[in-house]
């Protein structure tokens, strides 16, 4: 059984966590699943967006402990971390979806707990419904977000509100994670709507979202001069790619752009 699935459709992939009968608890398959699916994805130059959601009544209730520990010579493998990536197979399965140069929306229902809200934090926008349940659940284990979470987490929130979210595990609807900065946006029918934002983005250069996304992404943690190197770096690419001419002549003309193969 798989328990990631996809369809891509008009340059948009449609992922979803495929455990309905577990609320898309994580099992160390589903985490091989997410890390094959995204490289996968990557490879595809012609992708635009990925709309990842949970099939069922929620888009995931976190890691299944409960089978994962059944097998513990998996778990000590799965710590390990591959040394040209930084990341092992816990990491990976979130990280992944930060390095596609595609935007990626989560859209969120139901629960969204421990490994399921660190899944969400990789994407780039988060759609949520209202009444979605989100929490940093690890600490009512007695443990902390292993799953790349700690960075994102830091990154979204600020040391203070991740601080307190880690430590207190506490329990709060999507509208508490919109004003704490977790959701991007809340919508009755996220997944329509990330779709919908997916379709938008279309319409723009993929080189150009694409470069968006690595210098944003890169310019947390970088200095200042370096941020600045490196927009001059993407400047000067994206003003001799192909697909950079066909957005400014649709822009000059109001007219649908057809845009080519994503650069690598």
Request: charged share 25%; net charge positive.
């Amino acid at each position: 059984m798989k328990y990631v699935t996809t369809e891509v459709g008009n340059g948009i992939a449609q992922v979803r966590l495929n455990r309905p009968d577990k609320l898309n608890a994580l099992t160390l398959d589903t985490l091989d699943d997410l890390i094959t699916t995204a490289r996968g994805l990557r490879r595809d130059r012609t992708l635009r967006a990925v709309v990842i959601a949970g099939e069922g009544d929620s888009f995931s209730s976190g890691l299944d402990m409960a089978t994962v520990l059944r097998t513990p010579g998996r778990i000590v493998k799965a710590f390990l971390p591959v040394p040209w990536r930084g990341t092992n197979r816990f990491q990976e399965a979130c990280w992944a979806w930060r390095r596609l140069p595609v935007p990626v929306i989560a859209a969120v229902h139901g629960h969204c707990y421990g490994g399921g809200l660190q899944i969400a934090l990789a994407a780039d926008f988060r759609y949520a419904t209202p009444d979605s349940r989100w929490s940093v659940l690890e600490g009512k284990w007695g443990i902390i977000p292993d799953m790349s979470g700690i960075r994102t987490l830091t990154e979204v929130l600020g040391p203070d509100v991740a601080k307190r979210l880690t430590m207190t595990a506490e329990q709060f609807s999507g509208t508490e994670a919109q004003r704490l900065g977790l959701v991007t946006e809340l919508h009755d029918e996220p997944v329509k709507a990330a779709t919908a934002f997916a379709e938008t983005l279309r319409t723009k250069s993929p080189d150009a979202l694409a470069a968006a996304k690595r210098l944003i992404n890169g310019a947390l943690t970088a200095s200042a001069r370096r941020t600045f190197a490196r927009e001059r770096r993407e400047q000067i690419r994206l003003l001799r790619l192909p697909n950079t001419k066909i957005q400014r002549k649709a822009v000059a003309t109001k007219s649908t752009a057809e845009f080519g193969p994503r650069a690598r």
